[in-house]
């Protein structure tokens, strides 16, 4: 579909992992393409000015990359590859600016957590292929601006926080599974995974990626709204015998969720358990947002884990509690700031 030639790449929500990412495209290709990002408020001046300064973990110092900076797409041109690196909850707001972006080759890489909302495209092992999801996709605006065909899926195995308007750290070296949701092994997904490696990213192709969607939303689903209504870190949630026994019921459900819908999962509930006990003091996106104040990705982590779970008849209440009370945090931080919620 694409043309494998990546003169314009945009990544549009240069967050924690889109700006770390478009750091890395903009130093590792060396001027080989146009490297643009979409990002707004403080953030985006401080790009302009100084551009990104990303800390790689363990680093003494910031290495800085200038990257083209706007908050209107239409000022770019249309782009080969698009990156996005918005929460699930920001996308659907997102489409028309996304949309303005596109020629007929252009794919779209989505890195996000959770459930995303092309998650039944080109499932064809699932009755309900190509079911659409109101609640990510409000309207359809996705479906329709952006359209499933144009996505590869990307499950992040990357810690990352902006600690700085403009500044980026990185606690861990991380990794990047890509997958066509046709589970295809296709030349633009070998491309643009060459193309990734070659900017300094570790980058693997996976022939199943609902597969690693599932497995990476067993830590998501428990440790991130657990931490934003308890504001611990994941260690800490871990050395609590309440929480952690809660950690393990979630993830419990969202295993069975996940297998009444043909995933597979590496590890049994228990090793997973023991896997996250070793991950230590790492405050998660969530909790990192809710003490920013801002609005929390809740319905891709937490409110289709319940959902899927009614469509394939799974019994989620450990997940159905922790989204009222998650849900009900986030509105009341929305209403009077994480400080007082
Ligand atoms: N951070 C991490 O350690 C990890 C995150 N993930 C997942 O990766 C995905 C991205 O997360 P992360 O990098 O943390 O996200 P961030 O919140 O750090 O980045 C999202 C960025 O997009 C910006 N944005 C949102 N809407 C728009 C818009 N309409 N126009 C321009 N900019 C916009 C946000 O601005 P603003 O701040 O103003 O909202 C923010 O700068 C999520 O699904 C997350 O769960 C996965 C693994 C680890
Ligand atoms: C906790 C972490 C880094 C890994 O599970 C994550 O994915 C998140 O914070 O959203």
């Not at 694409?2 to 924690?16: D, E, L, P, R, V």
């Not at 950690?247 to 509930?269: D, P, T, Y």
Request: hydrophobic fraction near 45%; proline fraction near 4%; charge should be negative.
């Amino acid at each position: 579909m694409a043309s494998h030639f990546f003169k314009n790449i945009c990544i549009y929500g240069a967050g924690a992992l889109g700006g770390s990412i478009a750091a890395k495209l903009a130093t590792g290709l060396k001027g080989q393409a146009d490297v643009s990002v979409v990002a707004r408020g403080a953030h985006l001046a401080s790009i302009r000015e100084h551009g990104l300064r990303v800390w790689e973990a363990g680093a003494s110092g910031p290495v800085e990359a200038r990257v083209i900076a706007t908050d209107d797409p239409s000022e770019l041109p249309r782009q080969d590859l698009v990156i996005t690196g918005l929460k699930g909850h920001q996308l659907a707001a997102a489409a028309s600016g996304m949309a303005t972006l596109l020629h007929p080759g252009t794919r779209v890489v989505m890195i996000l957590n959770g459930i995303p909302w092309w998650y039944f495209h080109r499932d064809r092992q699932s009755s309900y292929a190509e079911t659409q999801f109101e609640e990510l996709d409000p309207g359809g605006a996705l479906w329709r601006q952006l359209g499933p065909e144009r996505v590869i899926g990307c499950v992040a195995y990357q810690g990352a926080e902006v600690i700085n308007p403009g500044e980026i750290k990185l606690s861990n070296n991380g990794r990047y599974v890509l997958g066509e949701p046709s589970d295809e092994h296709s030349t633009d997904i070998e491309a643009i995974s060459a193309l990734l490696t070659q900017a300094g990213l570790n980058i693997t192709i996976s022939p199943n990626i609902r597969n690693e969607i599932w497995n990476k939303l067993l830590g998501n689903a428990a440790f991130n709204p657990i931490s934003a209504l308890t504001r611990a870190l994941m260690s800490e949630i871990m050395v609590d015998p309440g929480l952690s026994k809660m950690v393990a019921q979630v993830m419990n459900e969202v295993k069975a969720v996940g297998e009444a819908l043909g995933a597979r999962f590496a590890l049994s509930i228990e090793e997973r358990v023991e896997q996250s006990k070793a991950i230590g003091p790492v405050r998660t996106s969530m909790l990192q947002d809710l003490l920013a104040g801002k609005s929390l990705e809740i319905t891709p982590l937490v409110g289709m884990v319940v959902s899927l779970g009614r469509l394939a008849g799974i019994a989620t209440p450990t997940s159905e509690t922790i989204l009222a009370l998650v849900t009900q945090l986030d509105r009341q931080t929305q209403l009077h700031g994480a400080t007082t919620a």
